[in-house]
């Protein structure tokens, strides 16, 4: 006699297997808050597909970080060009510009801001 069939995977762990996936987006701890601007609809895809697929990862692997979105109507008559902007703890900034990237370069670049935030070690003389 068969065993019992095996269970099929919850729409839980489908999307807890998404936000743990593998490399997983670790920002630096200097980094404070990032804050996206960006499209309703009609313009910006590549920022629109980061914050559906990439920044509940983001959000996942890094709890203390202050994540707000906001989402504007693109007007023909005033373009204007999305971007998400890093608050560091020290009170610096940094802004990446979003325009006609791919969702996996927008991710690329907010983890070289990680990058960015660490200090470099100064050769010992």
């Known amino acids: 006699?068969?065993?019992?069939?095996?269970?099929?995977?919850?729409?839980?762990?489908?999307?807890?297997?998404?936000?743990?996936?593998?490399?997983?987006?670790k920002l630096s701890p200097k980094i404070r808050a990032l804050s996206l601007t960006f499209a309703k609809r009609n313009a910006h895809y590549g920022a629109r597909h980061f914050v559906k697929e990439d920044l509940p990862r983001v959000a996942y692997v890094n709890p203390n970080l202050k994540i707000s979105v906001e989402r504007r109507d693109h007007l023909r008559e005033s373009p204007w060009a999305p971007e998400l902007r890093?608050?560091?703890a020290d009170g610096t900034k940094s802004t990446i510009d979003m325009t006609q990237k791919h969702s996996s370069a927008i991710l690329q670049e907010l983890l070289n801001l990680e990058s960015e935030a660490t200090p470099k070690a100064s050769p010992a003389a």
């Open 1 to 25: 006699m068969p065993g019992p069939t095996p269970a099929k995977p919850t729409s839980l762990a489908k999307a807890l297997a998404h936000l743990a996936k593998q490399p997983q987006p």
């Open 86 to 88: 890093a608050e560091f």
